[in-house]
């Protein structure tokens, strides 16, 4: 007697367990890597700054390089997810997507709070992409909760339409600067332009539904392309982020000239000091022979661009006109490699 075929449901729940075991270790293969990337790829060189490299210091350097991962994180699966959720329509078929499942979980506040960390670190060229994701999310949660047509029209084109009129007035002088240098053969100002003027027109079709046949591939693909890449893209910026003091120690041997070594300092005790210089190297320097030394702060960023919205440069962000950094004008010496 043939037995009849049963058949076993995927649980959905796995993935999630499987996603919740690995982000804890992400930021920990991160810190190891950008070690090992630091000690010029040499194994004994990593283990001497695992062992004197404060893990704080380490959490600290990955915080500040990462965070503006955050705010896109979370509104990008949020738009995505609510503007899947409706092209289908609300069918239980919809939940078995993660995107949705985490769109329906997903707090008001939460949203509301990436947009205002996102106002507050994001560059001004990426202002009219946070108008557009908060505008989408607004007139998809209108079109989801309220079924008068009225406050349907007013968040899904009337809000949308308002940002996009107000933002493409404050961006227009900015973008046609930026068209004009893509003219000369500048390709960074083609994609600035395109960041300036398009993301809020594209807000007015990113409240609707899409065609259900399309759905998924609009939403769910996209947002499981972009999970897939974002580690590689967070991973490229982390490699780069100091996690080291840089000084400058003055050094005089004895029966010799002076000298200024840059590098990183790895660690002090009472007889030498350990440096790690840019080749990846580590100097071992007695103390004696120290004659001074010099924190060496970051020197003012190089900006990629000239062009500016209303005096306001585009990679400026809010928080960097609230709390305005301060460089010094005359870096001290040592820290160019010359003597006092």
Known sequence: MAESAVRVEPDSTGHQQWLFAFLPTFPLILLV??????????????????????????????????????????????????????????????????LVRQTIRMPTWVVVLACMLAALIWQ????????????????LVVRERYQQRRWRRLACVGLPALVAVGSSVVMWPAALAAARSAGSGQCIALSTTALLLLPPVLAILLTGPVPASLARLVTHWTASGIALL?????????????????????????????????GHIVSVDDRSTAVLNDAGAVQFIENDAIVSQVLCPDAPPSPSTAITVNGWPLEMTALEWIVPPHYRDRPDPRCLGRLR
């Open 33 to 98: 890597l950008r070690l090992w990337y630091l000690g010029n790829q040499d194994l004994q060189t990593m283990l001497l700054l695992v062992r004197h490299v404060s893990p704080l210091g380490l959490f600290s350097s990955f915080t500040t390089t990462v965070i503006w991962t955050l705010p896109a994180l979370v509104l990008t699966s949020r738009a995505l997810g609510a503007l899947l959720w409706t092209s289908l329509g609300h069918r239980d078929s919809a939940k078995r997507s993660w």
């Open 124 to 139: 001004m060229r990426f202002i009219p992409l946070l108008l557009m994701l908060a505008s989408s999310i607004t007139g």
């Open 230 to 262: 974002l580690p590689f893209v967070i991973g490229v910026f982390f490699l780069r982020a100091p996690v080291l003091p840089l000084v400058a120690i003055e050094v005089q041997e004895p029966g010799t000239a002076g000298q200024v070594l840059l």
